[in-house]
Each structure stands twice: as C-alpha cells, then as structure tokens.
C-alpha cells in the first residue's frame, strides 16, 4: 500500500468510526446518505458497512475459544503491562500542582479554595468524585484513568507510620470517602452542599 | 509478574495515522461504569472482571475494559492481568464471532488456528497503538472490531494471494434438488415485495463473503446498488463513473458470481 493510498485508507477509518459513533446501528438509508456525502470513500464505506450491517454482532452468545484464548493470552499480558507511558505522562504532569500553585488548580477544576482536600486527592487519601479526576485530566491533558491510577499508586505508596505510644498506627486501609473527607475538613453549609454534590455530576 | 514475549505476526505499523490520534466522546454509561470502578478496591473490581455474561448485574462493558487496559489501571500487577485476561476473553469472542458469522469462505482463517492468532494480534495492537485520549474502541469495541477484521482481511487477501471458498455454505437449490448459483437468487432490484425485500437481505448475509472477494470496481457498484438501494446513477456519480459504466460493473460482478470467477 502506498502512502497516498494508505493516507486515503486512514482517513475513511476516521470519518467511518465518527460516523458509527453517533449511529450505533445506521440504516441502509443512512450509509447511503453518508455514502453520498464522502463520494471519495465510497468503495471502504460500502465494504464496512456490508461487514457491519444485518446484525449487530452478539458475542455473548458466543463460547470462548480457549485454544485461541491460550494462544494469545500472554500477548495481551504484554500488551496491558509494558503500555505504560499513560501513567509515566500522569505522574509528570502531577508534579507541576505540587506547592502553592496548587490552589489555582484547586480552583480550576472546581474545589474553590479547599486545596487541602486537593492535596489529598493527589495523594490518593480519599475517594474523589469522578468529575475531579476528569476536569483535573482534560487541565493537565492528561489521561483520566492514568491519572486516577496514579492517585491509587501514591495512596499504595504512603508510608507507613510507626507504633504510637498510645496504641497502634492509625493507617487507612482504603481512600476515605469524599463525604467522610468533607466532613472531616470542618466544612459545612452551602459550601459542604456543592462540595457532596460533585459526586453526582458527570462533566 | 510479566509474561515473556511471545512470538507473533509482523504488524504493519504506521504509528503516525489519523486513525490512531483522533479522539471520541466517550458514552454516558461507560463514564458512569468507569465512575464505579475507580471506586472499587481491588477485591471489588476482580469480582467485576470474573462477570462473563452480558445479561448478569455487574458486567464491565468491553469498551471500559480498553480504556482500563490501555491506561494501565488496575493499582496492583494482579488486577492489571484480570483486565488484561478479561479483554483478552472479549476480544478472542468477539474475532470468532465476526469469523463465524460472516466470514466462513475465507479458509486461510479458518483453516489454520495460526492465522486466526494473527488475526487477534492485529486487532490488538490497533488498540494499543493509538494515542488518543478516548480511542475508537472505547466507544464501540464490537464494532472496532469489525472494522479492524476487515482492514486485516483485506491485507491478508492481498498479501497472501489466498482466495475465499464458499463451501462451508449451503447453496439454496431449485425445485429439482440442483444447487442454485448465487447470481439465479439474485431477484431483480425492481418492484420487490417486502418478503422478496427480506430474501434478498438473506441472501446478501449468506453470500457477502463472495462480494467481499470481487474486483474493487465491481465490489463497490454491487454493493452501492443492493446494499444501500442506490441507483446506477447515484452510484455512478459517486463513483465517478457513467451510469452505463456502472450497468457494466454490475453486470461483470454478477456474471463473476454466477461463473464462479471470483474465487478462481
């Protein structure tokens, strides 16, 4: 394949994904509408969509070939443990909310001036609601379930704190949850309100 | 601990693509599913990932599944493997569930297991390989996987030079017993009726795998005037070509058909 031919090849997958993502199961009707629209893809569009029409294809209904499973299991192993530039990005660009710039990106993503909750959601002590991780992800353009693992690394990797006079560590086991965090902040009123409902937003 | 490496196909790599860089909005459910797991402890989540059946409380959508493998979630090196397994599960049953369905006559696949590792190779370097920050195959994984599979066939079809077969299905047969060709089921594109309508879309799931293994040219005037209802000339101007052209092509594709020259 040709460079030209491959760029043409590439840019078809591109618009032909776009299109499945905002028409899960298109129509015949649809393809052509789009068929018609990107004259220059016709043949790649016609030859996915002859592949991906009719049913859509229920793989539950189908038994794991084990042979196949075995064959390519340990690839896929590989796959999943050296891919580790996402995590790598994250842990770099957590650095730069280290110190008092801290609070801007407290600020930023919407946790108005608690950097102190902030700091503890860098270190993984608590829980943070899903739409932190994603507005902290999309300022520092980073990826957001690298960026959430790496909260789960640092929490794994506090120190464990020595035997006290007065018994034994009060280690934590788990994240506290985001209300318990709240609530253990002192904060109260409206802005212990906004703060809880974080974790029923989504963007 | 991680595996060695284990011998594979050679995977064209083009790491550069538009393909792999472009970014997808991710779906309302799989960002309340990854909402969950970031939640879960890791017990909670190797609870998730045992979950096999689609239809059963907890199963983590595939498409989730990617975006925690290629962001190498999991906190622990055991949770990152149940994913790795888990994906792997999805993706090998998602391959075979393409093969079986639509893609019988290709018997370079079917008949040789290495080719089929190949085949899943291919599919999984794709997900790896982008760099976008919500890949394709975050967004529709069964789908990815079609497109993926095509790509692959397509390349394998060319490289190999192997050609389709369509044995393993059963020609329909005449009032006489005598199998039909695929070109005498072929009804006319005119006036159909709703149940002729239907058979005509049978029969396209039972013979697009010759389709699929026609000339370029051909494939595509077949495909724009049965599959998508377009007339010669609408598939004339999207081709680029006059509507007798098209006549022409059609007319070559379905004598290819009937002769059976498409898989000679």
């Known amino acids: ?203 | 601990m991680i595996p060695a490496a284990v011998d594979e196909a050679d995977v064209d790599i083009d790491a550069d693509d538009a393909e792999s860089q472009k970014s997808y909005e991710r779906q309302p459910e799989h960002e309340l599913w990854l909402a969950k797991v970031f939640k879960m402890d890791g017990d909670q989540l190797l609870t998730a990932l045992a979950i096999k059946k689609h239809t059963q409380a907890g199963y983590i959508p595939s498409e989730v599944l990617v975006t925690l493998a290629r962001n190498g979630y999991g906190g622990s090196s055991r949770v990152r493997n149940a994913i790795a397994i888990a994906l792997n599960e999805r993706l090998v049953i998602g391959f075979k569930g393409y093969l079986n369905r639509h893609l019988k006559w290709f018997k370079v696949v079917t008949r040789s297991s290495e080719a089929q590792v190949e085949g899943v190779a291919y599919v999984r370097e794709r997900i790896f390989r982008s760099r976008a920050d919500v890949s394709f195959a975050e967004v529709r994984f069964g789908k990815f996987i079609g497109m993926r599979l095509l790509d692959w066939f397509k390349s394998q079809t060319a490289l190999k030079n192997k050609v389709p077969s369509v044995d393993g299905e059963l020609a329909p047969k005449d009032e006489d017993g005598n199998p039909l060709s695929l070109a005498d089921q072929v009804p006319d594109e005119v006036g159909l009726s709703p149940e002729a309508a239907l058979q005509q879309k049978q029969l396209f799931a039972s013979c697009r795998g010759a389709v699929l293994s026609l000339p370029d040219k051909q494939r595509t005037a077949v495909l724009l005037c049965f599959h998508q209802n377009m007339s010669h000339k609408e598939a004339g101007k999207v081709m680029g070509l006059s509507e007798s052209s098209v006549q022409k092509y059609v007319k070559a594709a379905l004598n290819a058909l009937r002769n059976g020259d498409w898989h000679e």
């Not at chain 1, 943070?128 to 690298?146: D, E, G, N, S, W």
């Not at chain 1, 009060?170 to 965090?181: C, G, K």
């Open chain 1, 1 to 203: 394949m040709n460079d030209i031919t491959r760029s043409a090849s590439s840019e078809a997958s591109v618009l032909i994904e776009d299109f499945l993502a905002a028409n899960p199961l298109p129509s015949s009707e649809q393809w052509k509408a789009f068929t018609l629209a990107h004259p220059a893809h016709a043949s790649q569009i016609a030859d996915t969509a002859l592949m991906l029409t009719l049913e859509d294809a229920d793989f539950d209904a189908d038994e794991l070939d084990v042979e196949l499973f075995n064959a390519t299991r340990s690839a896929m192993l590989n796959a999943v443990h050296l891919n580790s530039v996402p995590v790598a990005a994250a842990k770099t660009a957590l650095k730069v909310c280290r110190g008092p710039i801290a609070r801007r990106y407290a600020r930023e993503i919407g946790l108005g001036e608690r950097v102190d909750l902030f700091n503890q959601m860098l270190a993984g002590e608590l829980s943070a609601p899903y739409v932190l991780v994603k507005r902290l992800a999309k300022t520092l353009q980073v990826r957001m379930a690298a960026l959430a693992e790496v909260f789960a690394l640092n929490f794994q990797n506090q120190p464990v704190q020595s035997y006290k006079a007065d018994g034994k560590p009060n280690a934590l086991r788990q994240p506290v949850s985001w209300e318990q965090a709240v609530r253990d902040a002192g904060i109260t009123g409206e802005e212990a309100a906004r703060l809880l409902h974080l974790e029923k937003e989504m963007d």
